[in-house]
């Protein structure tokens, strides 16, 4: 099937929380709450049970880790060339350059599980293991420098890392949760999808300021083109299994984390810049996700 209509239903759902937060009574109260609720409770019950009951192949699935950890480093290495390029404001630079490489992992999850199934979930599961911490952890960190907040404490408070670490953590010690807590935190992960898909369309904003339109421009460029592009061409070299190609470029091509800014707004950043990235990202990407997945 066309990658386009495999992903059209997430799509929808990001369409119906747009259409909801301003044609309904749920308004942005309410979705500000659901996104705290997806971001502290739902999203990391996902990620720790994905990532505890997954079998990693570890010695099948390093090319395709690698190739993931060469288009994040790369697209990381671009968005942070933006300083120097553009001549941002400090604000603006530290709230906004995480959108260059950090990855909505509400659509990974949701499209890896459509693209591939339980493989693609797993495989998908593999990557967010190792990336998530360290997208997470850098965007703290450039935050925490332009603000009064302890870096470290920043890090070891950010739930979608403990989620992690936690994770793997019990994967590689080979323990599992009892039946009935793992089925909870499985319900709990599946409610963060479709909530999360919904909570994206609730905080898309109108762009309504030119203001830094260059740097947005630029880093958008760098998370939907030049980074699938790297990870294609990439894999391609290491000449991947197709599942394993789709799933790193899928990764590679999604658009920025919402949580972004979430995590913008605690740490008093410009979040109004953030919102207009992962808007401008998350509409663009309907059509340029589609496209790299059809390249494959």
Known sequence: MNPAFLLLPDFLLILLGFLLVRYSALNKDVWTAAEKLVYYLLFPSLLFHSINKTNFDWAGTSDMLIVAIIAFVSAMALGFASKWLFKPSDLSFSSGVQTSFRFNSYIAFAAAGRLAGEEGVAMMALISGCLVPVANAIAVWTLAKNSETHIFKEIIKNPLIIATVLGLTTNLLGLTMPEY???????LGSASIALGLLSVGAGLMWVKSKKDGALITYWTVVKLIACPAIALTVGRYF?????????????????????????VNRMKGDGALVAVCI?????????TLPFWLSMI
């Not at 807590?181 to 319900?187: G, N, P, W």
């Not at 658009?255 to 995590?263: D, E, F, G, K, N």
């Not at 808007?279 to 059509?287: G, R």
């Open 181 to 187: 807590i793992a089925m909870s935190l499985q319900r």
């Open 239 to 263: 000449e991947l299994p197709p599942a394993q190609l789709t799933n790193v470029v899928l990764f590679a091509a999604l658009p920025t984390a919402t949580s972004a800014y979430v995590l």
């Open 279 to 287: 808007s401008v990202m998350t509409l663009l990407a309907a059509v």
